[in-house]
């Protein structure tokens, strides 16, 4: 109960501010109409051409977070458990980073 207590105190706190990894985030989260609280568990950004989405409690990751990236071949990509969102967003857009430089770099060699 605790774990999920920190979990939502977290999610709320990066939603009020919605920055990480320098880049803006939004709530992203799906909730039902009868939902009396709502506790955002899915954040998304744009970072040029890639969006970028982070959830917390995916059907096949439960409790963990996962993020999709399908520009860069990102989908349910597991990012951990016991992270804040602050870290799952962060994880998450230096996977990307580093992904993106990986393309970048085996394209530089092309003629």
């Known amino acids: 109960m605790e774990q999920k207590t920190q979990l939502q105190e977290s999610c709320l706190a990066f ?3 919605l920055l990480a990894a320098g880049a803006v985030w939004k709530d992203s989260t ?3 109409r009868d939902t009396k609280e709502k506790i955002p568990t899915g954040f998304s950004t ?9 959830t917390y409690g995916h059907r096949y990751y439960r409790p963990a977070w996962v993020f999709h990236c399908y520009e860069l071949g990102f989908d349910a990509k597991y990012l951990g458990e016991g992270l804040s969102a602050q870290e799952a967003a962060e994880k998450a857009v230096s996977i990307c980073r580093d992904k993106a430089k990986k393309l970048y770099d085996a394209f530089s060699t092309c003629s």
């Not at 744009?46 to 982070?54: A, P, W």
């Open 15 to 17: 939603a009020k501010h």
């Open 30 to 32: 799906s909730y039902s």
């Open 46 to 54: 744009n970072v040029g051409e890639c969006r970028i989405s982070i």
